[in-house]
C-alpha cells in the first residue's frame, strides 16, 4: 500500500496518493492531477470541488502510511510470475469432500 490521504466526502472518496516522488489527486479512481507536494494536491482539489468542503488541512485527513512490513506488491507480482509461468497454483491442490466422516449418506439410516 502506498501512503496517502483519504476524505470521504457526499460527492465521493477523495485522496492524494504518494506516487514515487510526486502526488496524485484523486476522486474516486479517477486521477484529477499531478503534484510537487500533498498541500498542493489538497488545494488543487479544493479548487476544483469547493461543494465537497474538503478540509483545508491534511492534518485533518486520514493518513494511511505505507508499510514496509506488509510486503503486498511485491508478493502480487511473484504471483502473477508464477501465474504467468503457465503453472496453474490450483491445479496442485487436492480436493476434499465437505462431509465429515462421522455423517451418513441422504437416504441410509444408522438403524442395525
Avoid at 498541500?39 to 505505507?66: G, K
Wanted: glycine share 6%; no cysteine.
Amino acid at each position: 500500500m502506498m501512503s496517502q490521504y483519504v476524505f470521504p466526502s457526499s460527492r465521493g472518496l477523495f485522496r492524494i496518493v504518494r506516487h514515487g516522488h510526486r502526488w496524485r489527486s484523486l476522486l474516486e479512481a479517477r486521477e484529477v492531477a499531478r503534484h510537487d507536494t500533498a498541500e498542493a494536491a489538497l488545494d488543487a482539489l479544493r479548487l476544483i470541488w469547493p461543494q465537497a468542503r474538503l478540509p483545508q488541512f491534511l492534518s485533518e485527513w486520514r493518513y494511511l502510511a505505507e508499510s514496509p512490513a506488509l510486503p503486498h506488491a511485491r508478493l502480487a507480482r511473484a504471483t502473477a510470475t508464477f501465474r504467468s509461468s503457465g503453472v496453474d497454483a490450483g491445479s496442485t491442490r487436492k480436493r476434499h469432500s465437505r462431509r465429515t466422516l462421522g455423517r451418513p449418506s441422504r437416504g441410509a439410516t444408522d438403524h442395525g
